[in-house]
């Protein structure tokens, strides 16, 4: 029913367990922003966040290449139920990322992911993707506001390393943890997944850190299986796939 009447399926968070469901489904899905959070965000949609959304559902070229977030980061929540917010913009960060936290050259792969917390509930079940889906993938991989510690981090990470699907990866691209401006927590973070790279024996595996998706604002819009590409000299992603097709043309 879907294929015959195509609809964007958009989320983050909690919605990482559809997007595997559609994953499974062969349906392709975006990992991005929320009606609330990200659409109506106080003061208006970050423009880098809204820039990224059209061209991954609203154009038909390649999406290319992620250009950087000059304007700011953040996390701040200001309650959309206070009339008083509804002009009020959020406090930025200044941007440092993406960069490059390991490797070097170009690596290209399939995109898949989610929110971290989110992945551990979908180990083992019907839904998550059999071993060979793997190969070659590029893993898209953010906390959320929860914060949990980069030990269980590198204890996850782990049990995909268990589960042969580290090995298997082109490359990694980090979002910044959800709910933090925690500089110590984040290279923390960082330092866990470095760890638990060089623990399964990939210390030149390509990882970007600090990319913008997942909990924090703004957030890129991430299509599922989509052909992906990681510049680690210049710290650059790019899509190479159009996000979505002209079913017209």
Same mark, same amino acid.
């Given at each position: 029913?879907?294929a ?23 349906? +392709? ?32 070229d390649?999406?290319?290449?992620? /250009?950087?977030?000059?304007? +700011?980061?953040?996390? @701040?929540?200001?309650?959309?139920k ?37 992945? @551990? ?9 059999p ?14 506001? @929860?914060?949990?510690?980069p030990?269980?981090?590198l ?5 995909? &390393? ?8 082109a ?18 973070? @960082?330092? /866990? ?6 623990? &399964? ?30 510049? /680690?000299n ?16």
């Amino acid at each position: 029913m879907i294929a015959d009447n195509p609809k964007v399926f958009l989320g983050y968070s909690d919605p990482t367990i559809l997007h595997f469901g559609c994953l499974k489904a062969g349906l +392709g899905s975006f990992y991005g922003p929320t009606i609330m959070a990200g659409f109506a965000e106080n003061g208006g949609m970050h423009a880098h966040a809204e820039n990224s959304l059209r061209k991954a559902i609203f154009q038909t070229d390649p999406i290319g290449e992620i /250009a950087p977030n000059r304007d +700011g980061w953040t996390v @701040e929540h200001l309650p959309w139920k206070d009339p008083e917010n509804q002009n009020r913009r959020r406090r930025l960060t200044p941007s440092t990322g993406p960069r490059t936290l390991q490797g070097t050259g170009i690596a290209q792969g399939h995109l898949i992911g989610g929110c971290a917390e989110v992945l @551990e509930m979908l180990k083992g079940s019907d839904w998550w993707p059999p071993l060979d889906y793997w190969n070659g993938a590029i893993l898209f991989y953010e906390t959320s506001e @929860e914060a949990p510690p980069p030990t269980l981090v590198l204890r996850w990470l782990r049990n995909f &390393a268990a589960q042969g699907i580290l090995a298997r990866l082109a490359g990694i691209i980090l979002g910044r943890p959800g709910g933090q401006t925690d500089e110590a927590y984040r290279k923390a973070q @960082e330092d /866990a997944v470095v760890r638990a790279l060089a623990e &399964a024996g990939l210390p030149r595996l390509p990882v970007l850190a600090e990319c913008e998706f997942g909990h924090t604002d703004p957030m890129v819009t991430l299509p599922y299986g989509a052909m992906a590409e990681i510049d /680690a000299n210049r710290a650059r992603l790019s899509i190479l796939e159009a996000g979505v097709t002209d079913a017209h043309g």
